[in-house]
């Protein structure tokens, strides 16, 4: 930690783990690259994606070893999930969901990491802050569920043709009467802004609690002995339900993925 | 001394709205499981050979039914760390 440089107060503790790796290209906040974000998120998806593509160019029809039996496990469970949901054609819809499975289980899972330890390596290149779990920040979440809202609007166009969709906007699902028209039109408009909006914040807004939790145990960890006992077995308690929150805000994610795309391919 | 008043005042209030945040979103999530809940054993009662599926779907609800909650408490630690109401004063 950065003690020698300034005076550890609560504040700045939980201030310097909440700093991003910034670098700015333009004025302002929204032209600020969240280097940290980008690094881990795009090292994570070639691991995670690279490993399951080595796997399957190595694949044997024949007895499968065990890395090949947990990528067709993987495989075959969202498969599953995207045939009970979807009833067409799944080639799409199935691998696109393994991929953000996959993606946002690995960028969780950063969070398993101690922040202090990570610390040790980041701080030679980041002395400001470093935030290991991409899905922390709300850039990397909103662009998930954004790609995801362009797959919505760009399946609607397709399967329903740009008219078909227009009148399904103005149309359903009050009716086709000229003077229900308004209606129609807020309810969908509101359903199209809700969907991405809760699908990011969700996933942001759990892993972003999750280390504030931990910041503060940690803080409270730090306050003498008396912290330090209590602190122990109630960070215990966090970590270990936040290993289930980690694999089942990927699996939520993966599952509205699922829906809105199939919904996506509904007619009214 | 004039802006040190205004500032206790900006963060007694943030804090009591954070307060309600998480108090009331937490009110709501929790009665909210609760019922998801009493609703899956009663089924798996009945049918028992239904746990397995009922399971599944009783997950993937708990966290659709967490997600506001959980929104509140993360723009209620934004409040908590990085007031931006407190920028409009310069410190």
Known sequence: MAAEQEALTPGSYIGHHLAFFEKPVGQGGFWTLNLDSLLV???????????????????????????????????????????DIFHGDRSFIAPAALTVFVWVLLMNAMDFLPVDMMGWITHRFAPHGFRIVPTADVNTTFALALSVWLLMIYFSIAVKGAGGWIHELFCAPFGSNPLLWPANLLF????????PLSHALRLFGNMYAGEIIFLLLWMMAGAGLAGTVF????????AIFHILIVVLQAYIFMMLTIVYISMAHESH | MEKLQLVAMIQAYTGIGIGLMVGLGALGACVGVGIMCSRFLEGAARQPEMIPALQAKVFLLLGLIDASFIIGLGIGMFFAFANPLLGALGG
């Open chain 1, 231 to 238: 602190a122990v077995p109630l960070a215990l308690a966090w």
């Open chain 1, 188 to 195: 969908n408009l509101v359903e199209y802004i809700s969907k």
């Open chain 1, 41 to 83: 998120s795009v090292l994570l998806g070639v691991v995670g994606i690279g490993f399951i593509w080595w796997v399957v160019r190595g694949a044997t029809s024949g007895v499968p070893n065990k890395r090949q039996a947990f990528v067709e496990l993987a495989c075959e469970f969202v498969d599953k999930q995207a045939k």
